[in-house]
């Protein structure tokens, strides 16, 4: 009966709010301020690493190779907020802005988000961009090429940071001693609201956090938090929006409660009964 591994329990006629009102037009001041057109086919990136072919904007290049000399000292830049806030959505804009100004660029996420492609990261509006799919950060270097990472690399964009255990330290060293512009998204928190990963361990070695929300799926207000709609309890469940759903603080503790209650439910009839105890 309870065979489905990612049973909804939020649906429709389970809530106890209303879903059915229309999505809001989310994000549209992100988006709009882009200067890009994200849509640009990447038929024409490398897979791995890209460099604007702009020679007007080069001016705008460091001097010198990140590596070769280290007056040019990195930087992190975080990106946080819950599922559908435009993480990704805003790291391929700043990645995109840094392939302007000349800067040699290269994407990771983790290998463990399996949703859509494995070898872009991927918007939930659908755009997308080639990427390093990798099971952690140690690894970069010697995949990309430990002469191309020290000599061309300019700017790391990390998707999905919450997923990489090394992030702290990839990310100081990166930043700290090889010069490199670092920006990481992920998430801050997970379904229950607690620390997710690593994520909030770069705050304090970070130049600046932005924290993105997104809009309540039941009411339209704000949503700083991400709703798991199915009864899993792991921390770490890949999805989208079959499984999870931005919300407010309200519609997060009303919500939470109610699928709590139901996981417990769940949970206590799949247990065989304690003879002893009748
Ligand atoms: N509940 C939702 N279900 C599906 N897509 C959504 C939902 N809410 C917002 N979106 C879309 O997701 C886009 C943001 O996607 P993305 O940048 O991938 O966010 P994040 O990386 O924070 O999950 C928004 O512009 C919006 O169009
Ligand atoms: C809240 C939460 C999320 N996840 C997973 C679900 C997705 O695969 C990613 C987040 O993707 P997005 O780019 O931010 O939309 O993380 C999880 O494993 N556990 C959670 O609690
Ligand atoms: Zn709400």
């Known amino acids: ?17 209303s879903l059915h ?24 990136l490398t897979r791995f690493t890209t460099r604007s072919s702009s020679s007007t904007r080069e001016s705008h290049t ?5 590596s070769s000399s280290f007056s040019s000292p990195g930087e992190i830049h975080v990106v946080v907020g819950p599922m559908f806030s435009g993480k990704t959505t805003t790291l391929l804009r700043r990645i995109l802005a840094e392939r302007e100004l000349g800067k040699t660029i290269a994407v990771i996420k983790s ?8 070898e872009s990261i991927v918007s939930h509006d659908g755009e997308k961009f080639p990427c390093w799919a990798l099971p952690d950060l140690s690894c970069f270097k010697s995949r990309f090429g430990i002469d191309a990472y020290e000599n061309q690399l300019d700017v790391i964009g990390i998707d999905e940071a919450q ?7 990839f990310c100081r060293e990166a930043a700290d001693k090889e010069g490199k512009t670092v920006i990481v998204a992920g998430l801050d928190g997970d379904y229950l609201r607690r620390r997710f990963g690593s994520v909030l361990d ?5 130049d600046t956090v932005t924290k993105l929300s997104s809009r ?25 929006a079959e499984v999870y759903m931005p919300v ?29 105890s009748l």
């Open 248 to 276: 407010c603080r309200n519609h997060y503790v009303s919500g939470q409660g109610v699928l709590e209650t139901a996981r417990n439910v769940l949970d206590s009839s799949r247990k065989p009964h304690n003879v002893a």
């Open 21 to 44: 009102l229309p999505k809001p037009s989310l994000f549209s001041r992100v988006l709009r301020i882009s200067p890009y057109s994200l849509t640009k086919p990447t038929s024409t």
């Open 163 to 169: 997923f990489f255990g090394d992030l702290y330290e």
């Open 111 to 118: 290998d463990k988000d399996t949703r859509y492609c494995i």
């Open 1 to 17: 009966m309870f065979a489905a591994s990612m049973r909804t329990l939020l649906s429709p006629s389970l809530t106890p709010f």
């Open 62 to 66: 460091k001097p010198t190779s990140p």
């Open 216 to 240: 309540c799926e039941v009411c339209g207000k704000r949503a700083l938090f991400t709703l798991r709609k199915t009864e899993e309890r792991e921390t770490e469940v890949i999805g989208g």
């Open 202 to 206: 770069v705050i304090p070695i970070a």
